[in-house]
């Protein structure tokens, strides 16, 4: 029997949801965020995320305000972050990450709420009064928001939204203007080898590079390259060891990236935060997967394919035989969607 939240008889006029993470993690919580709104359609809904997930605020529409939590090291930011969490009321605080983050408890703890929401984290429980089961390991994130969703009585979907304002589109169509000539019909495949902090989660780049020259042998195809902050020295160097040049997409902010992003057929990467935004704006994916992130955090939906590494915390092991048939084999299911 699920877990029903009790939290009291008063209205709930505002709401406060938490998520101190990566861009990836609060792009998979929109579904909850939505629901939330539909739930309670007349609550002011505020969201804190941490720096890193500032450029996605702008592209979240199912929130009023926001609040973020800045770099360590700038304190007069963390006071006046501090104060808007001390002098504003609210009646409901959601913890969004299902994991224990220090930080996280520190900001609930401080928050003027009547009811705190999270689930069980095994660690500073004392903060929250309505605590859900612990995810189990292999509990999909979108099954978590789930539970999440149904312990306050809200309709859940868990489809990924995203809405990009139209200056970002009008700024990815002027970018592109480069790289794209006007009315071409080929098959647009955009590589990110990106998430190169993360090594047993990062296929190899000699592998990107020996699959995108198989896909360089196929006429239908166009085949572009992403790069993502602090990555365009490393994608450039698999991009000069290809057999013929391939575009690089110009750096932007995220809601201009998403918005090149959406011009593509299909988004070929590593298991990042991009990969969750190109989901989001309704983009066929195709990445390669660990045993964990297979089973915690892959796009459910024909139109998202990929590799399965046996290893359940690398996904380095995947052959470019093994990528290059499961690749080909995913465009052929695509055309309905395309």
């Known amino acids: 029997m699920p877990m029903r939240a009790d939290l009291g008889q008063a209205p709930i006029a505002r709401i406060t949801c938490l998520y101190i993470g990566r861009v990836g993690d609060v792009i998979v919580a ?7 709104r539909r739930h309670y359609p007349k609550a002011r809904i505020r969201l804190i995320v941490g720096w890193r997930s500032e450029q996605v605020l702008p592209l979240i529409p199912f929130v009023d305000e926001w609040a973020v939590l800045q770099k360590p090291q700038r304190l007069g930011s963390h006071l006046k972050f501090a104060w808007s969490l001390l002098s504003q009321p609210c009646d409901l605080l959601i913890d969004l ?10 900001i609930a703890r401080a928050t003027r ?43 859940y979907d868990p489809e990924l939204e995203l809405r990009l304002p139209a200056a970002d589109v009008a700024e990815a169509d002027r970018l592109l203007s480069s790289f794209m000539v006007k ?3 080929s098959f647009k495949v955009l590589i990110h080898p ?4 993360r090594f047993s989660f990062r296929w190899p780049e000699e592998k990107f590079a020996a699959l995108t020259d198989r896909l360089l042998d ?4 166009r ?35 998403g918005a090149m992003l ?23 994916t195709f990445g390669f997967y660990a045993g964990y992130t297979q089973a915690v955090w892959r796009p459910r939906g024909a139109r998202h394919g990929g590799t399965v590494c046996p290893e359940w915390e690398s996904c380095r092991e995947t052959t470019v035989d093994e990528a290059y048939s499961a690749l080909k084999d995913h465009l052929g299911r695509l055309s309905p969607w395309l």
């Open 262 to 284: 959406k011009k593509m057929d299909l988004f070929v990467c590593n298991i990042t935060g991009t990969t969750h935004l190109a989901v989001a704006l309704k983009v066929p």
């Open 113 to 155: 709420a009547r009811a705190r929401m999270a689930f069980d984290k095994g660690r500073g429980p004392g903060v929250f009064d309505q605590v859900l089961p612990a995810p189990a390991v292999t509990e999909h994130m979108y099954d978590r928001y789930a539970r999440l969703a149904a312990a306050l009585g809200a309709p």
């Open 223 to 257: 085949v572009f390259y992403m790069a993502g902050p602090g990555e365009h020295d490393k994608v450039s160097e698999i991009v000069r060891a290809l057999k013929r040049p391939v575009s690089i997409l110009p750096p932007a902010r995220l809601g201009v990236s």
């Open 30 to 36: 929109t579904p909850f965020l939505r629901a939330l």
């Open 194 to 197: 990106g998430n190169f902090d």
């Open 218 to 221: 196929d006429p239908t195809l």
């Open 97 to 106: 990450n299902s994991s224990y983050s220090k930080t996280s408890t520190f």
């Open 183 to 185: 009315g071409e019909r």
